[in-house]
């Protein structure tokens, strides 16, 4: 991985010194993780022309090699305690003759700014802007193999979860045992806080569980996600608790199976990013569920659950091979229920098989 960290920081670096900035100062977690490997809380990278530094509050920990930073980094820890490492950062790039650096102005606040300025006043601080961000859009295989293994994490855990009995138990338990489930099997931990609705509940976008009870004829949404190796993905599957679903539930799933394998077959190279989402949103507009869907029908996710690109009406740009995916349409109607099927796939051509599905659980509505 070495070699793949040290690509990375080159193509930065190019970005950098193609706006004028013989250095850059990298804060954003995420951003920092993608460009030097696992890395202490809060710590920060200094590229600069002579050399890079990891600058921690503290040593690394040494509890296995997935747990490390790149080796062919040098590591600079702050001295003293409750020292920011980003504003020693600057003070080593000052010191290495640099006269500007780009820093992630998105992620700094105004008094992590201040400080930059105050320490090094003789050095202008340009913007990077969102270009590592643009950077991890497309993936290599590594990154997409910690997605598929992820997502394998999270379909066994929901596959167990569906075969305990449901009825009785607390929307906020079946959450609790699926983030157990994951770790049991394999995962960092849950990618996101997992969302377990039942009921009424699943008529609401973005609810959190609660402690009602399942109940026979309730419609089941839950959605969750594995963090393997600090990559998320997630999966979203909707239910029926009892016997045969009524009439209005079969409809209203397959209405929202057919607007998400509408977008699933959109995710091809160079497909607009708004004309996936408009293939699945068409679906459920015609139906007369407009007011009723969510805002997008998708995201990028990698290092964190949502990334560029955006599935939206609005979103300009289009789709590169290799790049991860989630297609999530899904129509809520506040106090009678909803359903909501989400996938994370990869982006493939043709001739690849077209677009790879990683979640894998039936879209089959089941009656559990």
């Not at 079969?250 to 996936?276: H, K, M, N, W």
């Not at 869907?293 to 659950?305: F, M, N, Q, S, Y």
């Amino acid at each position: 991985m070495s070699e793949v960290y040290a690509l990375r920081r080159t193509r930065l670096r190019e970005c950098c010194n193609a706006g004028g900035s013989a250095a850059a100062l990298v804060t954003r977690p995420a951003n920092v993780r993608y460009l030097a490997g696992p890395a202490p809380e809060g710590a920060v990278l200094l590229l600069s022309p002579a050399e890079d530094f990891l600058v921690c509050a503290g040593l690394p920990d040494d509890r296995g090699e997935q747990s490390r930073p790149d080796e062919a980094l040098r590591v600079h820890v702050v001295p003293g305690t409750g020292g920011d490492p980003a504003v020693e950062a600057a003070g080593l790039a000052a010191a290495g003759d640099a006269d500007s650096l780009a820093v992630e102005e998105h992620h700094l606040t105004v008094t992590r700014h201040r400080a930059l300025r105050s320490v090094v006043p003789g050095l202008r601080l340009a913007n990077v802007g969102g270009a590592v961000e643009q950077l991890r859009v497309v993936k290599d295989e590594e990154e997409i193999s910690c997605l598929r293994i992820g997502a394998e994490i999270a379909d066994q855990a929901l596959g167990e979860l569906l075969e305990s009995i449901l009825v009785g138990r607390t929307e906020r338990h079946l959450a609790l045992e699926l983030e157990r489930r994951l770790v049991d099997h394999g995962a960092d931990g849950p990618a996101f806080a997992t969302s377990v609705a039942t009921g009424p509940n699943a008529g609401r976008p973005g609810h959190r569980p609660t402690d009602r009870r399942v109940e026979e004829g309730d419609f089941l949404s839950v959605c969750l996600g594995a963090a393997y190796r600090g990559y998320r993905c997630e999966i979203g599957r909707t239910f029926v608790i009892g016997t045969a679903p009524a009439d209005w539930q079969i409809e209203l799933y397959d209405l929202v199976f057919t607007a998400q394998r509408a977008g699933r077959e959109s995710l091809v190279p160079g497909a607009a990013c708004r004309d996936v989402d408009r293939a699945a949103r068409q679906v459920l507009d015609s139906a007369g569920y407009a007011a009723a869907l969510p805002a997008l029908t998708g995201h990028g996710v990698g290092l964190e659950i949502d990334e560029d690109p955006q599935l939206t009406p609005g979103t300009m740009g289009k789709l590169d091979a290799c790049v991860p995916v989630t297609v999530e349409p899904g129509v809520h109607l506040p106090g009678r229920g909803g359903v909501r099927i989400d996938d994370t796939l990869v982006v493939r051509p043709e001739a690849d098989g077209g677009p790879e599905l990683l979640t894998i659980t039936t879209k089959e509505l089941l009656a559990l």
